[in-house]
């Protein structure tokens, strides 16, 4: 089946404990993307990769770091975390990155609910 | 101004009534335009992409008005599966790397 995993679920954290969220798409899609959702604010982009070895910044980089050394996965850390990054976060994936796919769907992975005490 | 702007709702509308969404967008260079759907505690689903001629899939309607600045969602005949939050999504430049979510407009449907 294909789809966009993510691990955990659901974490509960203290302030300054590293940890890392994994994101595996099993598509073969280039593009992959993290976001968090709060309340009021919205689905925000964190991080994205356009390739292996390419990524850049979104809207809410700052606490975060990613990396890309596979297409299909796309772990998101937290070196350490604070109780501002609870939140629900999802991975994403897309194929292509041209601009003639721009309107290709971004499939995402189920979320996972951080809280961080 | 936000990037993007939705009437939050919530929108409590009678099993098949037509109910119509807009939203507006602030960047003119925007390119790409969608709907998707997320359901209470579930991950964003692709509802429609949103073209400059305005497409039909259904029940659902989208249309793009560029000269103003916003999209339009229309769901006509509605049924109780369609209560969800419906996301405006607009993408920040010419690629599609960065999107923009809504925050979102709550639709109940009630029987």
């Known amino acids: 089946e294909a789809q966009v995993t993510q691990n955990p679920r659901y974490l509960i954290t203290v302030t300054g404990k590293k940890l890392t969220v994994t994101c595996s798409q099993n598509?073969?899609?280039?593009?992959m993307s993290w976001y968090r959702q709060d309340p009021g604010l919205g689905l925000r982009q964190i991080y994205y990769?356009?390739?292996?070895?390419?990524?850049d910044k979104g809207d809410v980089p700052e606490g975060y770091k990613v990396s890309r050394k596979e297409k299909r996965n796309f772990p998101l850390i937290l070196e350490s975390p604070s109780p501002n990054q609870t939140s629900l976060y999802f991975c994403?994936?897309?194929?292509?990155?041209?601009?003639?796919?721009?309107?290709?769907?971004?499939?995402f992975g189920p979320g996972t609910r951080l809280t961080v005490l | 101004r936000k990037e993007v702007e939705q009437d939050p709702g919530p929108f409590n509308v009678p099993e098949g009534a037509t109910v119509a969404f807009n939203c507006t967008y602030s960047?003119?260079?925007?390119?790409?335009f969608f709907w998707y759907r997320q359901d209470c505690r579930k991950e964003p689903k692709l509802l429609m992409s949103?073209?400059?001629s305005g497409n039909e899939d259904g029940r659902f309607t989208a249309q793009l008005n560029r000269a103003s600045q916003y999209i339009s969602l229309l769901i006509r005949d509605s049924k109780l599966s369609d209560s969800a939050t419906y996301l405006c999504?607009?993408?920040?430049?010419?690629?599609?790397?960065?999107?923009?979510f809504g925050t979102g407009t709550r639709l109940t449907i009630i029987p």
């Open positions: 960047n003119s260079a925007s390119q790409s």
């Open positions: 994403a994936s897309r194929p292509g990155t041209s601009v003639l796919e721009m309107y290709n769907e971004q499939f």
């Open positions: 990769s356009m390739n292996v070895e390419v990524t």
């Open positions: 949103v073209y400059s």
């Open positions: 999504v607009v993408n920040k430049d010419f690629g599609n790397e960065k999107l923009t």
């Open positions: 598509m073969n899609h280039e593009y």
